[in-house]
T-cell receptor
């Protein structure tokens, strides 16, 4: 079945540094790759997404890259701030129906 | 525009009991997905409902069942509760417009179930 792996599981960076989270997916038919941020005790919220016909997308300090051949996609956060501290989930959606599969998450800590 | 709402927010059950969790989808959305999120883990897909029918299921046993109503709200039912069912149950709604064109998932705050 579909599977999404995510690394690292925890990440600690100094404020102002960059953070990179990497994911791989198993279903070659996947065509939509969202990233969610979940703060402690809160609901997951979409921060950026990318579709399979695009290789890179940027929104201010956040960027996502997609390599369909290798079935890899990555989240890049530049100029990190303490409020970026949260758990980040990558996800992939296949084409059979609207099912979105999540990775296990990366706990990001930004140290002031 | 109203967001996704879930009830109850917290509940405690004992092994063997049954539970029903409820979800009201965001206005304009036609699809509801349910996820189980154990502590420290990613959301695990349980199933999805579209047009009042189950539109796909993850690796969960039949004692997990659901319904979607004409107003697109949904219920998740779990029978014969086990200790491992303790988790945050998240409902997410979306607007499904075909496999090549879907909208983002909007999550509710979740229902935290504790099974003793």
């Amino acid at each position: 079945g579909e599977n999404v792996e995510q690394h690292p599981s925890t990440l600690s960076v100094q404020e102002g540094d960059s953070a990179v989270i990497k994911c791989t997916y198993s279903d070659s038919a996947s065509n939509y790759f969202p990233w969610y941020k979940q703060e402690l005790g809160k609901r997951p919220q979409l921060i950026i997404d990318i579709r399979s016909n695009v290789g890179e997308k940027k929104d201010q300090r956040i960027a996502v890259t997609l390599n369909k051949t290798a079935k890899h996609f990555s989240l890049h956060i530049t100029e990190t701030q303490p409020e970026d501290s949260a758990v980040y989930f990558c996800a992939a959606r296949g084409t059979s129906y609207d099912k979105v599969i999540f990775g296990p998450g990366t706990s990001l800590s930004v140290i002031p | 525009e109203t967001g996704v709402t879930q009830s109850p927010t917290h509940l405690i059950k004992t092994r063997g009991q049954q539970v029903t969790l409820r979800c009201s989808s965001q206005s304009g959305h036609n699809t509801v997905s349910w996820y189980q999120q154990a502590l420290g883990q990613g959301p695990q897909f349980i199933f999805q409902y579209y047009r009042e029918e189950e539109n796909g299921r993850g690796n969960f046993p039949p004692r997990f069942s659901g319904l979607q109503f004409p107003n697109y709200s949904s219920e998740l039912n779990v029978n014969a509760l086990e200790l491992d069912d303790s988790a945050l149950y998240l409902c997410a709604s979306s607007l499904f417009r075909g496999v090549a064109n879907t909208g983002e998932l909007f999550f509710g705050e979740g229902s935290r179930l504790t099974v003793l």
